[in-house]
């Protein structure tokens, strides 16, 4: 028998063990790719089916008892492939004596952080049921009271509270990830498919509409308002409760903070009598202090380190009088206190703070020493009884149920937060967002858009002046100036916390509502 030359036999025992080798690679190589297969799938959050749970209830609001139906619910919205991505809570009232089948108004609620869920609005503003709680003191530990809240809009309106992603009842699903949600664009693209998906399966396309969001819930109103009108979804109006729609102006090196800020400086210095020789008119001083910010204050701040000392005393001795801080402060802080530092300065003889949203509201640090209180005595007064009373609410009366506490704070969300924005017209987004340009884009393509800008006089956080500043440089045409509303409570950011405030919301709402309307016809 003729054997094989030796290099044959070689090259074969060469070609097996290639295979053998390539054999086992590809075993690996599937092994590996069903372990990231089922790695992936583990990452996957469950997603839950739409559901709904219904309650009735019935309150008097202007000597008229409204009937409504309750529904906690959720909505699925989809990523770009059309896969769920996030499951968005919301509660839902509707007037149960609803004139034409879906054309009464609906109004949408968020709102803001960025990270919070909408209980504050739920709990305090404009819903069926309010939770009691003390004004410019902190509410006492529980039970606490919900009862029917006579300065409801749901004689007006249809009410729809929404969650942001992260936050209440809020989450992602499926493949979906913080990231996905937590930005302004992100932010705007899921609540315009969250409330797009309610109006859908609801039937709502004809009815009237509106936005409402407080704080950083009116940056995502401004935005949110021209990216469905652009989609296709027309609104009536939008309410903007303790606005911010320029986060630019804060940015170093500007001096604009200050002067948007003195005016809400001089009416908490007012509030707690540190006024030199305090006027009795709280309007006329303020009308006063908003003159002296735009104009000579302004001006001395545009000069900088080229302020002479004569300058800086005269201008240190006319900002005391509106701040209740003294000159010689005033002159080591170059004339620049932001509201921390406020916060920490005006009762420091006192050994107290200043709340950051109400103003009317006092701490008790650990020491008077220091640059910056401790806490925001104006946050820690309502919070255990908004989310105490919300938490029992939901589950005893909404009778909604979940396997995942409700969030209070969404967790890495303002720290994880993507701030750039695109804006129409410009190639680079923006680093911060200007939303005050969409908002009078939509305006300008739907002029029959009303917005009504509510404001609190003792608001740190989002200072009446600065909004007045930042509408009043929309832009807009003299034919559509008229479609913004201003209105002023004594109260703070949330203000609603001051009953009295309450009530006059409720009937300046009221006016809105009839007008935004009547605009249509």
Sequence with gaps: MRRKPFGALLASLLLVFSLAVHAAEDDKDAESADKDAKSAKKDEKPVPPEKTAVSHGSVDVG???????????????????????????????????????GE??????????????????????????RVESASAQATAPPPYRLVPNAYSLIDRSDLVFIDAVGTGFSTPVGKGKGKDFWGVDQDLDAFAKAITRYVTINHRWNAPKFLFGESYGTTRSAGLVNKLQNDGMAFNGVVLLSSILNYGANSPGLDQTYVGALPTLAAIAWYHDKVP????????????????????YATALAKGQNLSPVELDAMAAKL????????????????????????????????RTLGRYDGRYEGIDLDAAGENPEFDPSSTAITGAYIGAF???VEDTLKWSSDTPYVRTGPDIIRDWDWKHAQDGSRFPQRVPYVAADLARAMRENPKLQVLSANGWFDLATPFFATEYDISHMQLD???????TFTYYPSGHMVYLNVDALKQFKADLDRFYDHALAAVH
Excluded at 74 to 85: A, Q
Excluded at 277 to 296: I, S, T, V, W, Y
Excluded at 331 to 349: H, I, P, T
């Design 63 to 101: 000597g008229r008892a409204v009937r409504y139906t309750a529904t906690a619910g959720n909505v699925l919205i989809h990523d770009k492939d059309n896969k769920p991505n996030a499951s968005v809570f919301y509660v839902a009232y509707t007037a149960d004596a609803a004139r034409g089948a």
């Design 104 to 129: 009464r108004p609906v109004t949408f609620f968020y709102n803001g952080g960025p990270g919070s869920p909408s209980v504050w609005l739920h709990m305090g503003s404009v819903a069926p049921v």
């Design 277 to 296: 020789n305090k006027p009795a008119d709280l309007h006329a001083f303020l009308d006063e202090a908003r003159a002296f910010a735009a104009g000579e």
């Design 320 to 351: 005391a009088r509106y701040t209740g801080l003294s000159a010689q402060y005033l002159k080591e802080a170059n004339l620049r206190v932001n509201q921390s530092r406020f916060r920490k300065e005006l009762l420091r003889d006192e050994r």
């Design 391 to 393: 938490n029992h609410y």
């Design 478 to 484: 003299a034919s559509l100036r008229g479609n913004v």
